[in-house]
């Protein structure tokens, strides 16, 4: 078994042990079952209202429809949230908390490299968030599925997509982790979070109000981080046409492109580049 492997499974081990995970599966859990308990009622609602109040069946069906797909990305929206939220509380202790109280050595002094330490660590946190954003994503859509009968369109690409960014946040937080101590990384992280979440409603009402100018600012605090694409793009390809049409605050009207998703690939692994090289250069 390589060094990577080992260091990835004791990494997966030692984070579900700790008490942030803990706390993030129970509240995870609470969260799929407060949506779901939620959108029972308001579901039921709906279709009382919509049968008593159009003109027509096909009429109500797309009302209904359009209601499902509108909550269900509200949900998803939340949980791509705490999915990233527990991505940058993952690594921000990483390296930064074992470099500060000396256990890194015990590592980093056997004939193991330190880029294996750091893409171990990386790869241990990948397997976790897949299975939260799994637990998160999934357990809204499935709760979605079983009280409308509805999935979204390309559903597996807008997961994946909601999956990548939150390995893009985890993966700068490592990266920051080599160099800066934990509290550092994690004000860095979220500071860096709330600029491209700004970044992308700026670009979002930029598209509504066809201001070329905001737009434009969108774009540009995508290239710093782009994450808030990520999602953009996710909600794209699984919101339906004519909620597109008309756009709600948890869809989007102002598409990133497939151009800024490679970017957005390039830009993680350039990120996870600079975290080995980072770990590799600093003084122990």
Known sequence: MSAISIIARLTFREAIRRRIMLAGLVLGVAFVILFSIGTHFIFGDIAKDTAANMPSQMAADILIA????????MGLYAATFLSIAMAALLGADTLAGEINSGTI???ATKPIRRADVVLGKWLGFAELLGLYVLLLCGGIVLSTFIQSGQ????????LGLIYMESLLI???????SSAFPALATGGIVFGLYGLAFIGGWVEQFGGLLQND??????????LVIPSESLWRRAAFEMQTPLTGTFGSPFTTTSVPS????????LYLIVILFLAVHIFQARDL
């Open 213 to 222: 100018t905001a737009i434009k600012v969108g774009i540009i605090t995508s």
């Open 105 to 107: 050595q015990t590592i």
């Open 170 to 176: 985890m993966t700068i937080t490592l990266m920051l």
């Open 151 to 158: 999935l979204p369109e390309n559903l597996l690409i807008g």
């Open 66 to 73: 359009e209601s499902t797909n509108t909550f269900m990305m």
């Open 258 to 265: 497939s151009l800024m998703m490679a970017y957005a690939f």
